[in-house]
């Protein structure tokens, strides 16, 4: 049970028992709602679970208790309290009765037939083909193999509803009583002109092959949510806690934050923090979906479950429990895997009426064929009405859609792409046009030193500006006077530049005087020498010439860079241009966008010419720059406005806003809590081809959807008529009940197979 509130309202999902079909889940929403303080309630087929949303002073446990159990199913409110071993082994016992009862349902069912069968019938012993023998082995079939039809039938019927296990109940019931009428009480039915001839391999053989279906089912339905299993099972079981001076192997349970845990190669990282001490290699690829293994050093963070490969290291616990970014995919998968799609909403009302439309299209087959002109005139009504109720199973339109969004949002998530629910995963089927941020998304958000450019002036004339050994040593002589002096500036391109010079090794001089000139750079001496380090306009008011590097400066400008000037003892020393750099896959991932029609829009703070830099090298044609953070929401219903569907990718909390406004909103991992909650998609693995793949998977799944739901409908619309005998006139073409079971049965089991295709898609 997963339970959340706020001032006013609470979430509970639990599993319910005895969800069979899509007329079940619309019973059980309509009876969950009637509560006095519920106020939204979805049941999911393929889960099996209801997500409720009430009001924690109106409601209790026991009153959605009392709603599921009224309609016959059973609600394991309390089942959090069990170990998901406990669980997994109350699932194989499950499994287990009903292998047992279909193995019963088809010996027993088997011996019938071969006993009353006519052309089978002359093979077999003298005691099977008595009609009492066949009643007595038909009874544990009937009642105890078929009791779970019954148990959602008789109080679902008190409430004035009905599903498929009514559907089972009504035909095997008719099937059965009327067999065992005619074997108790022969002289009745023939005091009336019918033949008293018994069906019980209809009533026995058709039970065995539903569950058998629904074993089948069951099966395969684990194979869907195989995803949320394998996630779970990444997690560590122990941690190695620093203890004083002692290292101490505690479960994963006993771990808080503040503890200082020690990983050794090949380890599994167990919870979430920040490195303090050494340097390792990790495979992340369980979380992100990369394959290559992240270099992680001191005062990088850590995730839980992903495996230490190289390093010894230690670190600190930030975030442990429910809080570790595996429990919150967890969590979103699995809310994802719960949640309804606005497709699936019209299976599910079709399938509310449907029951009781088949039931009254049996009452009419029994009628018409009681008066036609066919003989026996009352076994035909009767076989031909069973078969009616028999082959109409909704069970394939309930399980056409969620079946595929477990898959879907399962695979997405083992690619580092979380979907939040099942409409933004319908939804990004539409998308044409999709909006990135700049800073931070398509770039890396930190500025970087691109260029360092000397002066003609200080380059030795006999080296020339080939050499680049003495190229590389002016170089770095500017970068080591540029990040001395910067030092002391916390502007954010004098970070970069100061970072420059550190990765370069490079030992950096003392400065007096610093001074910073606001909007213009900073000044200061490294030993007897004036440096002063800034844009055009405080070189210009120093007065020192810039001809021999104008060219460079408008070259550098017109790609999208900052260029900072450098100047010692007044005369022009070179230049070093910072810019945010794009992100490796920011082109890639751009391109299959465009390649799939896909319109890309790039939308930013910076001005016009710093912009189109940045778009031309991705290909992006549309930009729409100098946009304030709160214009960014304004932008994107602008261009909804112009008829498209729009998916917004960004990372800052600034881009919430727009994020929430678009169809779909996509954030990076790397970016704010914030933003990742007003997202519809989470991207963990930061990778920018991934909004193209999420694209993709959505397509695919949709397209699995729209074929499960193509098969469900076609083969009821096929599949009853002939049940009904629309072709006995025409062919002398009739639908055994038991044939009707067997294709019952194929349908579910073909609908939950096709979904599981999905798993071979490659994102």
């Known amino acids: 049970m997963e339970q959340s509130n706020n001032s ?66 059973k609600a394991l409110i309390n089942e959090q309290t069990k170990s998901e071993d406990d669980q997994k082994k109350e699932r194989e016992k499950e499994l287990k009765d009903l292998r047992n009862k279909v193995a019963l349902s088809l010996f027993s069912g088997s011996l019938i037939l071969w006993g009353s069968f006519p052309a089978l019938m002359e093979t077999a012993p003298l005691v099977l083909r008595n009609s009492l023998i066949q009643l007595f082995l038909a009874i544990p079939v009937q009642f105890w193999a078929g009791f779970e039809f019954y148990r959602a039938t008789i109080p679902a019927l008190k409430h004035r509803t009905a599903n498929m296990d009514t559907l089972v109940a009504i035909g095997t019931t008719v099937a059965f009583g009327y067999s065992a009428t005619v074997t108790i009480f022969p002289g009745i039915l023939q005091n009336i002109g019918i033949e008293p001839s018994p069906y019980f391999d209809v009533s026995t053989i058709i039970i065995g092959l539903i569950l058998l279906g629904r074993y089948f089912e069951a099966k395969a339905k684990a194979g869907t949510s195989e995803a949320i299993k394998k996630l779970i099972g990444l997690q ?39 490195i303090i001490e050494g340097e390792s290699s990790i495979d992340e690829s369980m979380i992100t979906g990369e394959s290559i293994p992240t270099d992680k050093a001191k005062g990088d963070t850590v995730i839980g479950a992903t495996i230490n490969k190289t390093g010894t290291f230690t670190y600190k616990a930030t975030k442990v429990g429910s809080d570790t970014m595996l429990a919150q995919i967890i969590k979103l998968v699995e809310a994802a895997q719960g949640s309804k799609a606005p497709i699936q909403r ?26 036609f002109p066919a003989q026996p005139a009352f076994l035909f009504a009767l076989l031909n009405t069973i078969a009616v109720l028999i082959i109409a199973c909704p069970c394939a339109m309930g399980l056409a859609t969620p079946t595929a969004i477990m898959v879907g949002t399962g695979k997405g998530a083992q690619q580092g792409i979380l979907i939040k629910d099942a409409e933004s995963l319908e939804i990004a089927n539409k998308i044409n046009t999709i909006i990135f941020d700049k800073t931070g998304t398509l770039t890396k958000g930190k500025p970087e030193v691109t260029d360092v450019i000397p002066s003609p002036s200080v380059i030795p004339a006999k080296a020339g500006i080939h050499n680049q050994k003495i190229l590389k040593q002016v170089q770095d002589d500017i970068l080591k006077l540029a990040a001395s002096i910067e030092k002391g500036s916390e502007h954010s391109l004098a970070e970069a530049i100061v970072k420059k010079a550190e990765d370069e090794k490079l030992v950096l001089d003392k400065v007096e005087g610093f001074q910073a000139i606001a909007g213009h750079g900073v000044e200061g001496f490294v030993g007897k020498n004036q440096i002063f380090l800034g844009n055009r306009r405080l070189i210009e008011k120093e007065k020192i010439a810039l001809a021999s590097l104008e060219r460079e400066i408008s070259k550098l400008e017109n790609e999208g860079k900052t260029v900072m000037i450098l100047a010692a003892n007044r005369k022009l020393a070179g230049l070093i241009a910072v810019a945010d750099t794009v992100k490796d896959s920011a082109k890639d991932g751009v391109s299959k966008l465009q390649k799939r029609g896909i319109e890309v829009v790039m939308i930013t703070g910076d001005n016009q010419k710093t912009a189109s830099a940045i778009a031309q090298k991705l290909g992006i044609k549309r930009v729409l720059s100098e946009v304030l953070p709160d214009q960014k929401e304004a932008e994107v219903r602008k261009i909804q406005a112009e008829g498209k569907k729009v998916a917004m990718v960004g990372d800052g909390i600034n881009d919430a806003p727009a994020l929430a406004a678009a169809d779909v909103g996509i954030a990076m991992g790397s970016g704010t809590d914030v933003a990742i909650e007003a997202a519809d998609i989470t991207l963990i693995n930061k990778d920018l081809t991934s909004v193209a793949s999420a694209i993709e998977l959505s397509k695919k799944t949709m397209r699995t959807i729209k074929l499960n739901l193509f098969w469900a409908f076609g083969y009821n619309v096929l599949l009853i008529p002939v049940a009904m005998g629309v072709l006995y006139p025409f062919l002398g073409i009739l639908l055994n009940p038991i044939f009707a079971s067997v294709a019952m049965a194929a349908s579910s089991i073909s609908v939950v197979s096709n979904s599981l295709l999905l798993k071979r898609y490659k994102i």
């Open 8 to 73: 006013t309202i609470s979430k509970i999902t639990f599993p319910i028992k005895g969800i069979h079909c899509a007329s079940c889940i619309r019973v059980l929403e309509r009876s969950l709602k009637k509560v006095d303080g519920v106020s939204e309630a979805v049941v999911n087929l393929a889960t099996g679970k209801a997500s409720v949303l009430f009001d924690p002073e109106k409601v209790k446990n026991q009153d959605l208790e009392s709603a599921v159990s009224n309609v016959g199913y």
């Open 346 to 371: 019209l299976a599910d009302l079709i399938s509310s009426y449907f029951v009781p439309i088949v039931i009254m299209l049996a009452f009419v087959t029994f009628g018409v064929w009681y008066i």
């Open 236 to 274: 560590a079981k122990t941690a190695r806690v620093m203890q004083h001076t002692k290292e101490v192997d505690v479960p994963i349970e006993q771990v808080v934050i503040g503890n200082i845990i020690r990983v050794r190669p090949g380890e599994k990282i167990p919870v979430d923090g920040v």
